[in-house]
């Protein structure tokens, strides 16, 4: 086990503890030297994390001490990491500022060198961006799929046919090269898929599909497994 990793580990282990935990209860559970737990200790400690106790007794996290971040592992760190890495490649220039106070809210609050997870670059999504839509706002979307606000759009299609809807917006797919709006459209009374970079306008229409959001993803779901290649569902067991 990598150091970094231990030190989440003792950290996550005092945190749950009621009582004193000794460095060989610390090393059976970790399954490292009784020795290299000492030197762990003896480094948080420098690190002006809040262990009391001493060899032969135990020790403890004294109250007060609260690291939210450190409830994830050194390889969910990394998840987070590269998460935020995925969302850099949307055209969401929101989500995109988001990521990044993310991660820096994350790394503020750890001490070295558990920081180096999140710091430490190592981990990349490649490929290309998406470009910012300019008909509308990833926020404005996303604010009114929570809000369940239905949406007026003007729309071009794939043959270039302009129309005018009003969508019930109920998800946000994000593509390589573009994202597309799942809403229910009231001019065909049907689920459609708008692609981000074919809205010519967008804007908040002050109307409400409330509690009706659930009810229409879930159908669309069940549409998109009902439809999904045999060869591509998963097999019951």
Same mark, same amino acid.
């Given at each position: ?42 480094? $948080? ?33 990394? #998840?987070?990491? +590269?998460?935020? #890495? $995925? *969302? ?6 929101? +989500?995109? !500022? ?7 809210? *994350? ?17 990349? #999504? ?24 239905? $949406? ?34 009231? +001019?065909?009374?049907?689920?459609? &898929?708008?692609?981000?970079?074919? +809205? ?10 409330? !509690? ?14 009902? &439809? ?10």
């Amino acid at each position: 086990m990598r150091k970094a990793s231990r030190l989440f580990e003792i950290i996550q282990i005092l945190r749950v503890s009621r009582a004193p935990v000794t460095a060989a209860d610390i090393a059976a559970q970790l399954e490292v030297t009784v020795r290299s737990i000492y030197r762990d200790i003896a480094a $948080l400690q420098a690190m002006r994390v809040p262990i009391a106790g001493e060899r032969g007794i135990g020790y403890i996290l004294r109250p007060g001490f609260d690291l939210p971040p450190l409830m994830f592992s050194v390889e969910e760190t990394e #998840a987070i990491v +590269l998460g935020m #890495a $995925l *969302i850099e490649r949307t055209g969401d220039r929101d +989500l995109q !500022k988001a990521s990044e106070r993310v991660v820096a809210k *994350i790394a503020a609050a750890m001490p070295e060198p558990l920081r180096q997870a999140m710091t430490s670059r190592a981990l990349h #999504a490649w490929g290309g961006s998406a470009p910012a839509p300019e008909g509308a706002e990833f926020k404005s979307i996303r604010t009114a799929i929570r809000d369940e606000e239905k $949406l007026s759009i003007g729309y071009r299609d794939e043959a270039g046919v302009r129309t005018s809807r009003t969508v019930w917006p109920l998800a946000l797919i994000y593509y390589a090269g573009a994202a597309v709006v799942v809403a229910w459209c009231e +001019l065909r009374q049907a689920i459609r &898929n708008f692609r981000m970079d074919r +809205l010519e306008s967008c804007s908040p229409t002050g109307d409400y599909f409330l !509690k009706q959001g659930d009810r229409l993803r879930a159908a669309w779901i069940a549409g998109w497994r009902i &439809n999904q290649p045999a060869s591509d569902r998963p097999v019951s067991t």
